[in-house]
């Protein structure tokens, strides 16, 4: 089954730095674009950017420049999401999604979402 | 940045209802427009792409229609699954900004 897998999150405090995952099973890793959403609690979803793992492209939303860093690991077809400084304001679900690159497709398959509570 | 307006915010509806979601773009975005589904504590789900391509395995009650900067998701007669919060999304230019949501309740 094609899927993405998240992983990471928790509890963390503030200023404490932070890496979640996005795996990618049984498809073409590397011909897919992966973004990142985020949802803050009862709130709707927020484009963060995105990557494409077969040269690297990143894109980032300008609301999120300079806040987060997307990166990818090919060779276990992973994603990325990390933070160096953490803050309450962060506390939020993340989502990855796919997307077919050079085709009409929207984002497809979604992973589970990772919670990230930031908190003293 | 394209700005996405979603309309209503909230919908109140009953089963076997038709409802429609109005999405509007701030710039045209051709076709490049997709809807989703979420529900509580669930990730979100594509039901459309391309403005009007209803996605594999999605039932024919939905339906989507527009181009540029007019969109509409269509429910043609609600049921229970289908009380949810729905989203547009573009993807035409990075980034790819959301609409707010329409909570969809009975």
């Known amino acids: 089954e094609e899927q993405l897998v998240q992983s990471g999150g928790g509890v963390k405090k503030p200023g404490e730095s932070l890496k979640i995952s996005c795996k990618g099973s049984?498809?073409?890793?590397?011909?897919?674009?992966i973004g990142w959403v985020r949802q803050m609690p009862g709130k709707g979803l927020e484009w963060i950017g995105i990557?494409?793992?077969?040269?690297?492209?990143?894109k980032y939303s300008p609301s999120f420049q300079g806040q987060v860093t997307i990166s990818v690991d090919k060779s276990i077809r992973t994603a990325y999401l990390q933070w160096s400084s953490l803050k309450a304001a962060d506390t939020a679900m993340y989502y990855c999604?796919?997307?077919?690159?050079?085709?009409?497709?929207?984002?497809?398959?979604w992973g589970q979402g990772t919670m990230v509570t930031v908190s003293s | 940045d394209i700005q996405m307006t979603q309309s209503p915010p909230t919908l109140s509806a009953s089963v076997g209802d038709r409802v429609t979601i109005t999405c509007r773009a701030s710039?045209?975005?051709?076709?490049?427009l997709a809807w989703y589904q979420q529900r509580p504590g669930k990730a979100p789900k594509l039901l459309i792409y391309?403005?009007?391509i209803l996605q594999h395995g999605v039932p024919s009650r939905f339906s989507g229609s527009g181009s540029g900067t007019e969109f509409t998701l269509t429910i043609s007669s609600l049921q229970p699954d289908d009380f949810a919060t729905y989203y547009c999304?573009?993807?035409?230019?990075?980034?790819?900004?959301f609409g707010q949501g329409t909570n969809l309740e009975i």
């Open positions: 710039q045209s975005i051709s076709t490049w």
């Open positions: 391309k403005a009007s």
């Open positions: 049984e498809y073409s890793f590397n011909t897919y674009w």
């Open positions: 999604a796919r997307r077919q690159a050079a085709t009409a497709e929207g984002f497809d398959i």
């Open positions: 999304q573009q993807y035409d230019t990075h980034p790819y900004i």
């Open positions: 990557i494409y793992p077969s040269d690297f492209d990143t």
